[in-house]
Antibody, heavy 121, light 107 residues
């Protein structure tokens, strides 16, 4: 079945870096743009970044521009989020998501289970 | 960027009640408005896309309406499994943006 599985979260000290991964299965990954969304503890959803189906185009939220980098490896059906210069306020559950059935409407119908990133000294 | 104002931020209701959640955008977005339900510890789940279209498998007690800048999510005859947090999301412009969420609690 269509599935996204994130990994790579953990506890990291401020200022360090981490790479989050999201493995896709059950659909033609190389045909779909991919997004990252995060949710700080007790807070709402924050859209972070999008990468086009072929990796040629990327766009970031202002809050993470220059700090986060989205990339993908279509040969491995995986999208990544490189998170650098981590701050305590980057503590959140990080979700990857995609618009699978409703491409004309931008509705995120497939979500991973999320990976928790805690930034703490 | 499109700003989203969702209200109320929290809502108490009883089983069988009808509830309405609203979402207003800072600029017109046609019908590029989607609604999600999220339960604690779980990923969001798509309920409504294109303002009023029901995602496959979502009960018909959920409905959406609106266009332009004003949208509503209505749940008729609340069931125990409906108590959750609801988010609107605009997909008209990049960056996508979400409302602040509405936590629906049992009265």
């Amino acid at each position: 079945q269509v599935q996204l599985v994130e990994s790579g979260g953990g506890v990291v000290q401020p200022g360090r870096s981490l790479r989050l991964s999201c493995a896709a299965s059950g659909f033609t990954f190389s045909a779909y743009a991919m997004h990252w969304v995060r949710q700080a503890p007790g807070k709402g959803l924050e859209w972070l970044a999008i990468i086009s189906h072929d990796g040629s185009s990327r766009y970031y939220a202002e809050s993470v521009k220059g700090q986060f980098t989205i990339s993908r490896d279509n040969s491995k059906n995986t999208v990544f989020l490189q998170v650098d210069s981590l701050r305590v306020e980057d503590t959140a559950v990080y979700y990857c998501t995609t618009v699978h059935e409703y491409r004309g409407w931008g509705a995120f119908d497939i979500w991973g289970q999320g990976t928790m990133l805690t930034v703490s000294s | 960027d499109v700003q989203m104002i969702q209200s109320p931020s929290s809502l108490s209701a009883s089983i069988g009640d009808r509830v309405t959640i609203t979402c207003r955008t800072s600029e017109t977005i046609s019908i590029y408005l989607n609604w999600y339900q999220q339960k604690p510890g779980r990923a969001p789940k798509l309920l409504i896309y294109a303002a009023s279209s029901l995602q496959s498998g979502v009960p018909s007690r959920f409905s959406g309406s609106g266009s332009g800048t004003d949208f509503t999510l209505t749940i008729t005859s609340l069931q125990p499994e409906d108590f959750a947090t609801y988010y609107c999301q605009q997909s008209y412009n990049t960056p996508d943006s979400f409302g602040q969420g509405t936590k629906l609690e049992i009265k």
